[in-house]
């Protein structure tokens, strides 16, 4: 691989925002490639923004949140929140990196979200915000072109590569609007601690990018709310 004959990062927020900036519609789902959304997320997404009721109306900022799981290697990917249920159950599928860092994409009111009912629409399933228990997550969302584009000097081998989006998000008072029969699923393969020095390394310095570079420059560009952190 060409990344790897010339010791190269991968520039994930790079690919983020070039997604973002050259999409052409309203609402953006600025995933990742080996994350698959659950069957038509897109029509359905629409159905609910027409109805413009409830959560909707709120005047602060929002984007929409979906929830992320992994699922083994021999399994087929869930095409229904019901088939995700069963192989939640049964073992074959888990949050998203639940054995890596749970607190990451650890989203409110999972539990409750698991045993809600199941039903062919979308609604607003919850209003969260990026605070207090979760005040490290890293959602990966629906919005617009309004929102804040990712920091392109963080990498993905460095992690942390969403937090400082997950900062300025909660800075300007975003409403998270969880979504009830919307998801992500990883391609097949649970996840699992590795050790590995060299992403450790790069790891390390990202956070001290972050701390003496970048988080003093979101502060002045967004300033500060309590409650908020990187």
């Keep these: 691989m060409y990344k790897a004959q010339k010791k190269l990062l991968y520039p994930v927020n790079v690919g983020r925002n070039v997604a973002r900036e050259t999409a052409q519609t ?6 990742d ?14 159905d609910l923004i027409a109805t413009n009721t409830g959560p909707l109306l709120s005047k602060n900022p929002k984007v929409f949140p979906l929830h992320l799981f992994e699922v083994s290697a021999n399994s087929t990917v869930p095409e229904s ?11 074959t599928a888990l949050p998203f990196h639940k054995k890596l860092c749970p607190g990451c994409h650890n989203i409110p009111k999972a539990k409750e979200w698991q ?18 228990r979760f005040v490290h997550w890293e959602p990966i969302f629906i919005g617009t072109h309004n929102d804040p584009l990712y920091d392109e ?8 590569d969403k937090m400082t989006q997950g900062y300025a998000l909660c800075v300007l ?3 998270f609007l969880i979504l009830d029969n919307a998801f992500l699923v990883h391609k097949p393969g649970i996840k699992i601690y590795k050790k590995d020095a060299k992403r450790a390394m790069l790891a390390g310095k ?7 570079i970048i988080f003093p420059e979101l502060k002045v560009l967004y300033g500060v709310r309590k409650g908020c952190a990187v």
């Design 115 to 132: 045993l809600a009912p199941v039903s062919e629409n979308l609604h607003v399933f919850h209003v969260g915000k990026r605070n207090g």
């Design 33 to 46: 490639i080996e994350l698959y959304p659950s069957p038509n997320i897109s029509s359905k997404f629409l």
């Design 26 to 31: 309203y609402y953006i789902l600025a995933s």
């Design 206 to 212: 990202t956070n001290q990018l972050i701390k003496k």
């Design 81 to 91: 929140k019901t088939m995700l249920k069963d192989m939640l159950g049964n073992g």
């Design 173 to 175: 008072n975003y409403d």
């Design 153 to 160: 000097r963080l990498s993905w081998e460095g992690k942390s």
